[in-house]
């Protein structure tokens, strides 16, 4: 199967694992992304990461030698305040989280408090606290909704992985029996919240991703054109076990220059 809706007018791009691996740019990114700007499309860079605000990524793709304004960027704790917001605007949050998490929810007009919030909502930390995932049980246990950024069990570390979001969020299910709603992929609201945040339409927006089980079929699910890049999660012998297929597979994000 192939691209066959003509020229994608938006592009939505996973970060980790297609443009940078470890902190440093895949061969390729640079080009890309100068070819977004130099053919005025529109486009975004998702995360499933809430720790970092888009102005940290910024800085941090800038470090790597990627140029990405602040506004281009998408993460998991943007596409939660946006889901809460439409929910129950002016709402309220226990949030366990960093400042990404934090920042995102109190500019969409939410309260954060411990004392009878509306929601309790877990996103990844460096440093999960027994006592915020404690106070976060009884909340849940005396009505609070529970909501989480995305279900990712470990994230990555130079030691090696870590517990991440999807693994507390396990623990205080077990305690509750209260499953959290995951808003980030591969859940494919976080898609729909980052094409209303560019005004981008399915029909001509293609989602790029190194993950058959995230950013593929999220993006199938949001009826994105999807192509699949073998620079991260998935290897090309792992395709063929899913029972859904990308768009197209290519090695690595340069062979997606003359596509844009």
């Not at 939505?12 to 100068?34: I, R």
């Not at 090696?160 to 077990?174: F, K, N, Q």
Request: proline share 6%; with cysteine; net charge negative.
């Amino acid at each position: 199967m192939t691209i066959e809706r003509g020229p994608a007018e938006c592009w939505l791009t996973d970060m980790d694992g297609v443009l940078v691996h470890e902190g440093q740019a895949l061969p390729g990114a640079a080009d890309f992304l100068a070819r977004l700007v130099d053919t005025g499309r529109r486009f975004l860079v998702l995360t499933n990461n809430s720790i970092f605000t888009p102005r940290d990524l910024a800085a941090r793709l800038s470090r790597s030698g990627l140029q990405v304004p602040e506004q281009s960027i998408w993460t998991s704790a943007l596409a939660t305040a946006d889901f809460l917001a439409n929910q129950l605007p002016g709402g309220s949050a226990y949030v366990i989280g960093e400042a990404g998490l934090t920042t995102a929810l109190h500019e969409a007009g939410y309260t954060l408090t411990d004392t009878d919030p509306d929601y309790v909502v877990l996103g990844e930390t460096r440093t999960y606290s027994f006592e915020a995932i404690t106070r976060a049980i009884r909340l849940i246990g005396a009505g609070a909704r529970f909501i989480a950024t995305n279900p990712d069990v470990t994230g990555p570390s130079p030691e090696g992985p870590l517990p991440a979001t999807g693994s507390v969020a396990a623990m205080i299910t077990e305690a509750t029996g209260a499953k959290p709603y995951f808003v980030g992929k591969p859940n494919p609201m976080m898609f729909r919240s980052a094409m209303n945040r560019i005004e981008a339409h399915s029909e001509s927006t293609v989602m790029i991703g190194d993950r058959m089980d995230t950013d593929v079929v999220a993006g199938i699910e949001a009826g994105l054109d999807t192509i699949l890049v073998l620079t991260g999660s998935t290897a090309a012998a792992d395709v063929a076990r899913f029972p859904f297929r990308p768009s197209r597979v290519l090695n690595s994000i340069a062979d997606v220059v003359d596509l844009v």
